[in-house]
Nanobody, 125 residues
Framework: QVHVVESGGGLVQAGGSLTLSCTASLSSGVIFGMGDMSWYRQTPGKQRDKVAM???????EYATSVKGRFAISRDNAKKTVYLQMNNLKIEDTAVYYC????????????????WGQGTQVTVWS
């Protein structure tokens, strides 16, 4: 079983910063590699939108609304993806979800997309 766990959410004043983390693990076995790793966010009644993505090769993409303020990075040895969020705005308030596309494991490749449980980010003014 694949586990994807986010952390780092919380309450922050507008203009402040937060760093989200997301780590993948297996109940049994070892993860050797991961495909694209992404962050999404969702507010009540809205669809889940992609915020940022980093490929296995290190290329990154950002939603227009966060470009220049957010930075995505990954540590393959730690099986972790990060989202550094700076100059936060009220409209960044959402539940943030981590997504990992494909895993290479000691039990073989897993061609699926894995989601974390989400972490709440609330920005106040």
């Amino acid at each position: 079983q694949v586990h994807v766990v986010e952390s780092g959410g919380g309450l922050v004043q507008a203009g402040g910063s937060l760093t989200l983390s997301c780590t993948a693990s297996l109940s049994s076995g070892v993860i050797f590699g991961m495909g694209d790793m992404s962050w999404y966010r969702q507010t009540p009644g809205k669809q889940r939108d992609k915020v940022a993505m980093i490929s296995s090769g290190g290329d990154s993409e950002y939603a227009t609304s966060v470009k220049g303020r957010f930075a995505i990075s990954r540590d393959n040895a730690k099986k972790t993806v990060y989202l550094q969020m700076n100059n936060l705005k009220i409209e960044d308030t959402a539940v943030y979800y981590c997504n990992i596309d494909r895993l290479v494991t000691s039990r073989g490749p897993l061609y699926d997309s894995y989601w974390g449980q989400g972490t709440q980010v609330t920005v106040w003014s």
